[in-house]
Protein backbone atom coordinates (compact mmCIF):
# COMPACT_ATOMS: atom_id res chain seq x y z
CA UNK A 1 0.00 0.00 0.00
CA UNK A 2 1.15 3.67 -0.33
CA UNK A 3 -0.33 7.31 -0.52
CA UNK A 4 -0.97 8.59 -3.27
CA UNK A 5 -2.60 12.08 -3.94
CA UNK A 6 -3.93 12.97 -7.04
CA UNK A 7 -5.09 16.47 -7.44
CA UNK A 8 -8.25 17.63 -9.79
CA UNK A 9 -8.23 21.27 -11.41
CA UNK A 10 -11.64 22.29 -12.76
CA UNK A 11 -13.03 25.81 -14.15
CA UNK A 12 -16.58 26.41 -15.10
CA UNK A 13 -20.06 26.30 -14.04
CA UNK A 14 -21.06 24.08 -11.00
CA UNK A 15 -21.38 20.18 -11.30
CA UNK A 16 -25.18 18.98 -12.11
CA UNK A 17 -24.83 15.93 -12.88
CA UNK A 18 -26.50 15.13 -16.31
CA UNK A 19 -26.77 18.43 -16.31
CA UNK A 20 -23.60 20.71 -16.43
CA UNK A 21 -20.09 20.26 -15.47
CA UNK A 22 -16.84 22.20 -15.47
CA UNK A 23 -13.86 21.46 -17.33
CA UNK A 24 -10.92 19.47 -16.35
CA UNK A 25 -7.99 20.99 -16.89
CA UNK A 26 -5.44 18.84 -14.65
CA UNK A 27 -3.65 18.13 -17.66
CA UNK A 28 -2.85 21.51 -18.57
CA UNK A 29 -2.36 23.04 -14.35
CA UNK A 30 1.49 22.85 -14.20
CA UNK A 31 0.65 23.89 -10.91
CA UNK A 32 -1.36 25.96 -8.09
CA UNK A 33 -0.88 27.87 -4.87
CA UNK A 34 -3.62 28.05 -3.07
CA UNK A 35 -3.81 30.06 0.96
CA UNK A 36 -6.61 29.58 3.37
CA UNK A 37 -6.62 31.77 6.72
CA UNK A 38 -9.12 32.18 9.46
CA UNK A 39 -7.51 34.79 12.11
CA UNK A 40 -9.34 35.10 15.39
CA UNK A 41 -12.12 37.51 15.06
CA UNK A 42 -11.20 38.10 11.27
CA UNK A 43 -13.62 37.16 8.96
CA UNK A 44 -11.26 34.14 6.34
CA UNK A 45 -10.46 34.04 3.25
CA UNK A 46 -8.78 32.04 0.44
CA UNK A 47 -7.14 32.71 -2.55
CA UNK A 48 -5.51 30.84 -5.39
CA UNK A 49 -3.37 31.12 -8.44
CA UNK A 50 -3.35 28.13 -10.83
CA UNK A 51 -0.99 28.23 -13.33
CA UNK A 52 -2.23 26.72 -17.31
CA UNK A 53 -0.33 25.34 -20.17
CA UNK A 54 -1.52 27.22 -23.58
CA UNK A 55 1.16 26.22 -25.71
CA UNK A 56 -1.62 25.22 -28.16
CA UNK A 57 -2.94 28.56 -28.16
CA UNK A 58 -6.48 26.96 -27.09
CA UNK A 59 -6.87 29.49 -23.91
CA UNK A 60 -5.76 32.99 -26.01
CA UNK A 61 -9.24 34.92 -25.83
CA UNK A 62 -10.42 35.89 -29.67
CA UNK A 63 -7.59 33.18 -31.00
CA UNK A 64 -10.32 30.73 -32.21
CA UNK A 65 -9.35 27.86 -30.03
CA UNK A 66 -11.66 25.91 -27.74
CA UNK A 67 -11.85 28.55 -24.79
CA UNK A 68 -11.15 31.65 -26.64
CA UNK A 69 -14.55 32.71 -26.22
CA UNK A 70 -15.05 32.00 -22.36
CA UNK A 71 -15.99 34.89 -20.37
CA UNK A 72 -13.07 33.63 -17.36
CA UNK A 73 -14.68 36.05 -15.08
CA UNK A 74 -18.32 34.39 -14.59
CA UNK A 75 -16.38 31.07 -14.24
CA UNK A 76 -15.51 28.96 -10.80
CA UNK A 77 -12.69 27.36 -9.61
CA UNK A 78 -12.86 23.63 -7.95
CA UNK A 79 -9.81 22.31 -7.03
CA UNK A 80 -10.03 18.63 -4.79
CA UNK A 81 -7.54 15.30 -5.00
CA UNK A 82 -7.78 11.63 -4.18
CA UNK A 83 -6.08 10.65 -1.68
CA UNK A 84 -7.31 6.61 -1.43
CA UNK A 85 -10.82 6.54 -1.12
CA UNK A 86 -10.88 10.24 -0.05
CA UNK A 87 -11.58 13.05 -1.94
CA UNK A 88 -10.63 16.47 0.10
CA UNK A 89 -12.15 20.05 -0.88
CA UNK A 90 -8.66 22.02 -1.67
CA UNK A 91 -10.17 25.17 -2.57
CA UNK A 92 -13.23 26.44 -4.24
CA UNK A 93 -13.69 30.09 -5.35
CA UNK A 94 -14.80 32.76 -8.27
CA UNK A 95 -12.46 33.62 -11.18
CA UNK A 96 -11.09 37.32 -10.28
CA UNK A 97 -8.41 37.57 -12.98
CA UNK A 98 -7.05 35.91 -16.11
CA UNK A 99 -3.39 36.66 -17.24
CA UNK A 100 -1.69 35.73 -20.19
CA UNK A 101 2.20 35.61 -20.90
CA UNK A 102 2.60 34.38 -24.43
CA UNK A 103 6.30 35.32 -25.96
CA UNK A 104 5.13 33.88 -29.04
CA UNK A 105 7.07 30.69 -28.62
CA UNK A 106 5.80 29.34 -25.51
CA UNK A 107 2.17 30.62 -23.55
CA UNK A 108 0.88 30.50 -20.19
CA UNK A 109 -2.29 31.49 -18.27
CA UNK A 110 -2.62 32.13 -15.11
CA UNK A 111 -5.83 32.13 -13.32
CA UNK A 112 -6.24 33.70 -9.95
CA UNK A 113 -9.26 32.96 -8.03
CA UNK A 114 -10.91 34.52 -4.68
CA UNK A 115 -13.62 32.83 -2.21
CA UNK A 116 -17.00 33.61 -2.60
CA UNK A 117 -16.95 35.97 0.81
CA UNK A 118 -14.01 38.07 -0.11
CA UNK A 119 -15.77 38.57 -3.68
CA UNK A 120 -19.12 39.01 -2.19
CA UNK A 121 -18.01 41.10 0.48
CA UNK A 122 -16.96 44.06 -1.11
CA UNK A 123 -20.78 45.00 -2.58
CA UNK A 124 -23.27 47.93 -0.74
CA UNK A 125 -25.69 46.02 0.91
CA UNK A 126 -29.15 47.03 2.89
CA UNK A 127 -28.37 45.94 6.27
CA UNK A 128 -32.34 45.12 7.55
CA UNK A 129 -30.82 43.19 10.61
CA UNK A 130 -27.67 45.45 11.39
CA UNK A 131 -27.79 44.30 15.02
CA UNK A 132 -30.13 41.63 16.99
CA UNK A 133 -30.66 39.14 14.49
CA UNK A 134 -28.79 36.46 16.63
CA UNK A 135 -25.63 35.90 18.59
CA UNK A 136 -24.91 32.69 16.81
CA UNK A 137 -22.59 34.62 14.34
CA UNK A 138 -22.94 32.13 12.25
CA UNK A 139 -26.82 33.06 11.49
CA UNK A 140 -25.35 36.68 10.33
CA UNK A 141 -23.12 35.67 7.71
CA UNK A 142 -25.47 33.85 6.71
CA UNK A 143 -27.99 36.78 6.55
CA UNK A 144 -25.17 39.05 4.34
CA UNK A 145 -24.41 36.77 1.57
CA UNK A 146 -28.18 34.89 1.17
CA UNK A 147 -29.86 36.36 -1.48
CA UNK A 148 -33.03 34.48 -2.41
CA UNK A 149 -35.05 33.91 -5.47
CA UNK A 150 -37.92 31.44 -5.27
CA UNK A 151 -40.23 30.05 -7.46
CA UNK A 152 -43.72 29.17 -5.47
CA UNK A 153 -45.31 27.73 -9.02
CA UNK A 154 -46.50 30.71 -10.57
CA UNK A 155 -43.10 32.40 -11.12
CA UNK A 156 -40.42 34.06 -9.27
CA UNK A 157 -42.54 36.28 -6.10
CA UNK A 158 -39.60 36.38 -3.05
CA UNK A 159 -36.42 38.06 -3.43
CA UNK A 160 -34.94 39.67 -0.32
CA UNK A 161 -32.08 42.01 0.71
CA UNK A 162 -28.24 39.85 0.61
CA UNK A 163 -25.01 39.97 -1.34
CA UNK A 164 -25.76 38.93 -5.37
CA UNK A 165 -23.59 36.23 -6.20
CA UNK A 166 -23.29 34.43 -9.65
CA UNK A 167 -25.47 31.77 -10.74
CA UNK A 168 -22.99 29.43 -11.89
CA UNK A 169 -25.08 27.77 -15.48
CA UNK A 170 -27.98 27.33 -12.91
CA UNK A 171 -31.57 28.76 -13.17
CA UNK A 172 -32.16 30.20 -9.99
CA UNK A 173 -30.77 33.25 -8.65
CA UNK A 174 -30.49 31.37 -5.10
CA UNK A 175 -27.26 31.63 -3.21
CA UNK A 176 -27.85 30.20 0.33
CA UNK A 177 -25.02 29.72 2.30
CA UNK A 178 -25.11 27.02 4.40
CA UNK A 179 -22.48 26.33 7.54
CA UNK A 180 -21.41 23.84 9.92
CA UNK A 181 -21.86 25.63 13.53
CA UNK A 182 -19.04 24.36 15.79
CA UNK A 183 -21.34 25.82 18.64
CA UNK A 184 -25.24 26.24 18.29
CA UNK A 185 -25.96 27.57 21.76
CA UNK A 186 -27.28 31.13 22.19
CA UNK A 187 -28.95 30.98 19.23
CA UNK A 188 -32.16 32.99 20.13
CA UNK A 189 -33.71 33.76 16.53
CA UNK A 190 -34.93 37.06 17.79
CA UNK A 191 -36.80 39.78 15.29
CA UNK A 192 -33.96 41.53 13.48
CA UNK A 193 -33.42 45.34 14.29
CA UNK A 194 -34.37 47.20 10.74
CA UNK A 195 -31.93 49.63 10.43
CA UNK A 196 -31.93 50.55 6.69
CA UNK A 197 -28.01 51.12 6.61
CA UNK A 198 -26.26 50.97 3.89
CA UNK A 199 -22.95 49.40 4.65
CA UNK A 200 -20.15 47.15 2.60
CA UNK A 201 -20.97 44.07 4.09
CA UNK A 202 -17.10 42.69 4.59
CA UNK A 203 -17.18 45.99 6.59
CA UNK A 204 -20.35 45.31 8.77
CA UNK A 205 -19.04 41.33 9.18
CA UNK A 206 -15.79 42.52 10.69
CA UNK A 207 -16.32 45.25 12.59
CA UNK A 208 -20.15 44.26 13.80
CA UNK A 209 -20.19 40.29 13.60
CA UNK A 210 -16.71 38.69 13.89
CA UNK A 211 -15.26 40.67 17.20
CA UNK A 212 -18.37 39.06 18.88
CA UNK A 213 -16.71 36.31 21.58
CA UNK A 214 -14.03 36.06 19.18
CA UNK A 215 -15.39 33.99 16.46
CA UNK A 216 -13.90 32.67 13.69
CA UNK A 217 -15.33 31.98 10.19
CA UNK A 218 -13.85 30.91 6.50
CA UNK A 219 -15.10 30.03 3.13
CA UNK A 220 -15.52 26.02 2.24
CA UNK A 221 -17.01 24.83 -1.07
CA UNK A 222 -19.39 25.90 -3.53
CA UNK A 223 -21.96 23.57 -4.78
CA UNK A 224 -25.51 22.76 -6.14
CA UNK A 225 -28.25 21.76 -4.24
CA UNK A 226 -30.21 19.85 -6.87
CA UNK A 227 -30.34 20.88 -10.78
CA UNK A 228 -31.32 24.76 -9.76
CA UNK A 229 -29.62 26.56 -6.55
CA UNK A 230 -25.93 27.07 -6.35
CA UNK A 231 -24.97 26.90 -2.62
CA UNK A 232 -21.82 28.75 -1.60
CA UNK A 233 -20.55 27.27 2.21
CA UNK A 234 -18.20 28.37 4.97
CA UNK A 235 -17.67 26.97 8.27
CA UNK A 236 -17.88 29.01 11.72
CA UNK A 237 -16.69 28.76 15.17
CA UNK A 238 -17.76 30.63 18.64
CA UNK A 239 -15.52 31.87 21.06
CA UNK A 240 -14.54 29.17 22.85
CA UNK A 241 -13.09 27.37 19.70
CA UNK A 242 -13.65 24.01 20.31
CA UNK A 243 -12.01 21.99 17.51
CA UNK A 244 -14.88 20.50 16.10
CA UNK A 245 -15.40 19.12 12.84
CA UNK A 246 -16.34 16.51 10.21
CA UNK A 247 -14.35 13.34 9.48
CA UNK A 248 -14.21 11.91 6.43
CA UNK A 249 -15.88 9.10 8.12
CA UNK A 250 -17.39 10.27 11.19
CA UNK A 251 -18.72 13.95 12.59
CA UNK A 252 -16.16 14.17 14.79
CA UNK A 253 -13.15 16.64 16.07
CA UNK A 254 -10.34 15.87 14.38
CA UNK A 255 -6.79 15.50 16.13
CA UNK A 256 -3.96 15.52 13.64
CA UNK A 257 -0.37 14.28 15.29
CA UNK A 258 2.86 15.64 13.25
CA UNK A 259 5.43 13.03 14.84
CA UNK A 260 9.54 12.89 14.10
CA UNK A 261 9.61 8.99 14.21
CA UNK A 262 6.51 8.42 12.34
CA UNK A 263 3.88 6.23 13.42
CA UNK A 264 0.94 4.58 11.96
CA UNK A 265 -2.03 7.49 12.44
CA UNK A 266 0.77 10.17 12.00
CA UNK A 267 2.34 12.56 9.92
CA UNK A 268 5.75 13.27 9.29
CA UNK A 269 6.90 16.89 8.93
CA UNK A 270 9.69 19.43 8.16
CA UNK A 271 10.62 22.91 8.30
CA UNK A 272 9.39 23.32 12.26
CA UNK A 273 9.39 26.80 12.93
CA UNK A 274 9.13 28.23 16.72
CA UNK A 275 8.87 31.42 18.18
CA UNK A 276 7.29 33.69 20.74
CA UNK A 277 3.65 34.89 20.15
CA UNK A 278 4.40 38.60 21.27
CA UNK A 279 2.89 39.95 18.44
CA UNK A 280 -0.42 38.11 19.47
CA UNK A 281 -0.01 39.75 22.94
CA UNK A 282 -3.44 41.67 24.13
CA UNK A 283 -3.51 43.27 27.89
CA UNK A 284 -6.56 45.39 27.54
CA UNK A 285 -10.09 45.73 25.51
CA UNK A 286 -12.22 47.95 25.78
CA UNK A 287 -15.46 46.70 23.89
CA UNK A 288 -18.76 48.55 23.09
CA UNK A 289 -22.19 46.86 21.58
CA UNK A 290 -25.74 47.04 20.44
CA UNK A 291 -28.06 45.08 21.51
CA UNK A 292 -31.36 45.34 20.06
CA UNK A 293 -35.31 44.15 19.21
CA UNK A 294 -37.67 45.51 17.01
CA UNK A 295 -38.89 48.23 18.97
CA UNK A 296 -34.91 50.39 19.47
CA UNK A 297 -31.67 49.07 20.84
CA UNK A 298 -29.67 50.13 23.60
CA UNK A 299 -25.39 50.17 24.01
CA UNK A 300 -23.40 48.43 26.68
CA UNK A 301 -19.80 48.63 27.30
CA UNK A 302 -17.27 47.33 29.28
CA UNK A 303 -13.66 47.83 29.82
CA UNK A 304 -10.88 45.33 31.11
CA UNK A 305 -7.19 45.50 31.88
CA UNK A 306 -5.15 42.49 32.36
CA UNK A 307 -2.70 44.53 34.93
CA UNK A 308 -0.43 41.27 35.93
CA UNK A 309 0.39 41.15 31.75
CA UNK A 310 0.97 44.69 31.34
CA UNK A 311 3.12 44.87 33.89
CA UNK A 312 5.25 42.48 32.04
CA UNK A 313 4.39 43.81 28.54
CA UNK A 314 3.00 47.49 28.56
CA UNK A 315 -0.23 48.19 27.00
CA UNK A 316 -1.27 46.32 24.18
CA UNK A 317 -4.87 47.39 23.76
CA UNK A 318 -8.29 46.36 20.91
CA UNK A 319 -10.79 48.04 21.12
CA UNK A 320 -14.11 47.26 19.05
CA UNK A 321 -17.01 50.42 19.34
CA UNK A 322 -19.51 48.08 16.95
CA UNK A 323 -19.99 44.77 18.19
CA UNK A 324 -23.63 43.02 17.86
CA UNK A 325 -25.29 41.67 20.57
CA UNK A 326 -27.50 39.01 21.23
CA UNK A 327 -30.96 41.03 21.54
CA UNK A 328 -30.48 41.92 25.53
CA UNK A 329 -31.52 38.51 26.43
CA UNK A 330 -31.04 36.75 29.33
CA UNK A 331 -27.98 34.88 27.80
CA UNK A 332 -24.56 35.42 29.67
CA UNK A 333 -25.87 37.70 31.94
CA UNK A 334 -28.08 39.50 29.65
CA UNK A 335 -26.17 42.20 27.20
CA UNK A 336 -24.04 44.53 30.25
CA UNK A 337 -23.05 40.19 30.64
CA UNK A 338 -21.84 39.69 27.33
CA UNK A 339 -19.54 42.69 26.63
CA UNK A 340 -17.82 41.63 30.13
CA UNK A 341 -17.37 38.21 28.88
CA UNK A 342 -16.12 39.73 25.45
CA UNK A 343 -13.56 41.97 27.03
CA UNK A 344 -12.59 39.56 29.56
CA UNK A 345 -11.34 37.18 26.77
CA UNK A 346 -9.65 39.62 24.60
CA UNK A 347 -8.12 40.98 27.47
CA UNK A 348 -6.64 37.65 29.17
CA UNK A 349 -6.54 35.08 26.29
CA UNK A 350 -3.40 36.03 24.83
CA UNK A 351 -2.13 37.89 27.84
CA UNK A 352 1.19 35.87 28.07
CA UNK A 353 4.36 36.15 25.66
CA UNK A 354 4.72 32.09 24.87
CA UNK A 355 7.64 30.22 23.02
CA UNK A 356 5.44 27.39 20.76
CA UNK A 357 5.45 25.87 17.33
CA UNK A 358 4.25 28.23 14.95
CA UNK A 359 4.30 26.64 11.06
CA UNK A 360 5.80 23.10 9.68
CA UNK A 361 5.14 21.50 6.44
CA UNK A 362 4.32 18.22 5.22
CA UNK A 363 4.18 16.72 1.36
CA UNK A 364 2.56 14.12 0.02
CA UNK A 365 5.95 12.49 -0.83
CA UNK A 366 7.18 12.42 2.46
CA UNK A 367 3.69 10.65 3.87
CA UNK A 368 3.64 8.21 1.32
CA UNK A 369 7.60 7.76 2.01
CA UNK A 370 7.20 7.37 5.75
CA UNK A 371 3.37 6.16 6.60
CA UNK A 372 2.55 5.17 3.00
CA UNK A 373 1.25 1.44 4.81
CA UNK A 374 -0.89 3.03 7.15
CA UNK A 375 -5.03 3.53 6.46
CA UNK A 376 -4.80 6.00 9.09
CA UNK A 377 -2.50 7.98 8.15
CA UNK A 378 -3.78 8.07 4.28
CA UNK A 379 -7.23 9.27 6.15
CA UNK A 380 -5.24 12.27 8.26
CA UNK A 381 -3.02 13.73 5.06
CA UNK A 382 -6.47 13.54 3.18
CA UNK A 383 -8.53 15.39 6.50
CA UNK A 384 -5.60 18.18 5.95
CA UNK A 385 -5.93 18.90 2.70
CA UNK A 386 -9.89 19.04 2.47
CA UNK A 387 -10.51 23.30 3.45
CA UNK A 388 -13.31 22.30 6.06
CA UNK A 389 -11.45 19.76 8.39
CA UNK A 390 -8.32 20.74 7.70
CA UNK A 391 -8.76 24.07 9.48
CA UNK A 392 -9.30 25.14 13.54
CA UNK A 393 -8.39 21.66 14.18
CA UNK A 394 -6.12 20.69 17.23
CA UNK A 395 -2.38 19.26 16.51
CA UNK A 396 0.47 17.53 18.20
CA UNK A 397 3.79 18.17 17.36
CA UNK A 398 6.44 15.64 18.57
CA UNK A 399 10.31 16.96 18.30
CA UNK A 400 13.30 17.04 19.83
CA UNK A 401 15.26 20.70 20.05
CA UNK A 402 18.60 20.64 18.85
CA UNK A 403 21.66 19.75 21.97
CA UNK A 404 18.69 17.39 23.88
CA UNK A 405 17.63 14.07 24.37
CA UNK A 406 13.91 14.83 25.51
CA UNK A 407 11.41 14.72 23.30
CA UNK A 408 8.44 17.73 23.41
CA UNK A 409 4.64 17.20 22.45
CA UNK A 410 3.36 20.38 21.92
CA UNK A 411 -0.74 20.89 21.62
CA UNK A 412 -1.57 23.53 19.23
CA UNK A 413 -4.82 24.79 16.74
CA UNK A 414 -4.49 25.38 12.78
CA UNK A 415 -5.65 28.72 11.84
CA UNK A 416 -4.56 28.82 8.36
CA UNK A 417 -2.36 26.89 5.73
CA UNK A 418 -1.20 27.39 1.95
CA UNK A 419 -0.93 24.48 -0.49
CA UNK A 420 1.74 24.71 -3.22
CA UNK A 421 1.21 21.77 -5.63
CA UNK A 422 2.95 20.47 -8.83
CA UNK A 423 2.21 17.60 -11.32
CA UNK A 424 4.88 15.44 -8.81
CA UNK A 425 3.97 16.76 -5.26
CA UNK A 426 1.53 18.71 -3.14
CA UNK A 427 3.26 20.64 0.09
CA UNK A 428 1.46 22.32 2.62
CA UNK A 429 2.60 24.56 5.05
CA UNK A 430 0.47 25.10 8.03
CA UNK A 431 0.29 27.86 10.65
CA UNK A 432 -0.65 27.30 14.61
CA UNK A 433 -1.49 29.06 17.88
CA UNK A 434 -0.95 27.69 21.14
CA UNK A 435 -4.12 26.05 22.23
CA UNK A 436 -3.98 28.17 25.19
CA UNK A 437 -5.00 31.04 23.17
CA UNK A 438 -8.15 29.59 21.61
CA UNK A 439 -9.37 26.26 22.87
CA UNK A 440 -11.90 25.61 25.20
CA UNK A 441 -11.53 22.90 27.96
CA UNK A 442 -12.89 19.50 27.75
CA UNK A 443 -13.15 17.02 30.55
CA UNK A 444 -11.15 13.28 29.96
CA UNK A 445 -9.95 14.85 26.79
CA UNK A 446 -6.04 13.61 26.32
CA UNK A 447 -5.44 17.12 24.91
CA UNK A 448 -7.59 20.09 25.98
CA UNK A 449 -8.45 18.39 29.17
CA UNK A 450 -5.29 18.39 30.51
CA UNK A 451 -5.27 20.11 34.29
CA UNK A 452 -1.79 22.19 34.28
CA UNK A 453 -1.04 21.20 30.89
CA UNK A 454 -3.67 22.77 28.23
CA UNK A 455 -4.48 25.17 31.41
CA UNK A 456 -2.00 26.77 33.42
CA UNK A 457 -4.85 28.25 36.07
CA UNK A 458 -7.95 26.63 36.82
CA UNK A 459 -11.17 27.65 39.22
CA UNK A 460 -12.80 23.72 40.05
CA UNK A 461 -16.38 25.97 39.23
CA UNK A 462 -16.02 27.27 36.32
CA UNK A 463 -12.75 25.92 34.79
CA UNK A 464 -11.48 29.11 33.84
CA UNK A 465 -8.28 30.25 32.40
CA UNK A 466 -7.19 33.59 32.77
CA UNK A 467 -10.66 34.70 34.05
CA UNK A 468 -12.76 33.98 31.24
CA UNK A 469 -11.77 32.64 27.89
CA UNK A 470 -12.77 28.92 29.17
CA UNK A 471 -15.88 27.24 30.13
CA UNK A 472 -16.71 23.84 30.88
CA UNK A 473 -19.68 23.43 29.23
CA UNK A 474 -19.65 19.88 28.51
CA UNK A 475 -18.56 18.23 24.92
CA UNK A 476 -20.27 20.58 22.13
CA UNK A 477 -21.90 18.88 19.06
CA UNK A 478 -21.33 19.22 15.64
CA UNK A 479 -23.93 20.57 13.57
CA UNK A 480 -24.49 19.66 9.86
CA UNK A 481 -27.41 20.91 7.92
CA UNK A 482 -27.94 20.10 4.05
CA UNK A 483 -31.42 20.21 3.35
Not at 47 to 64: K, M
Not at 158 to 181: I, N, R
Not at 314 to 324: K, L, N, S, Y
Amino acid sequence: MSITTDVVVKIGDLEVPGVQSPVDFTNRATGFSSRLRADIAELGSASCTITLDNNDGELTPGGGGTYSSWDWHSKAVFISATVGAHTPTIFHGLVTDFRLDDDGVNSFVQIVAQDFMTVGGRAVQTQESEYGYSALVGDAITYTFDRTLVDFGSGPVLDFSGVPMPQWGLPYKFTFVKEYPLRTDADTGADPYVTGDERVASDWLQTAVMPFGPAVAWPTRIYAQGPTFPVPQYTTARYEFYSMSHSLVTETRYTYKFAENTASGELPFRNLQRGWTVDELITKAKITGVAAVSSGSSTHTAEVTNTDAESLYGERAVQFTDIMLSDGLAIEGGADGQVQRIAERYANARSQSKFVVQSLQVTSKMCDSHVGGSSASEQMWAELLDSFSGMWQVATVEFTPAGTSTTITEPVVIWARQIDATPEDVRVTLSFYPVQYTCGFLLDDDVLGVLGGTLDTYDTGSFTYDAGLLRYEGRPQQGMTLG
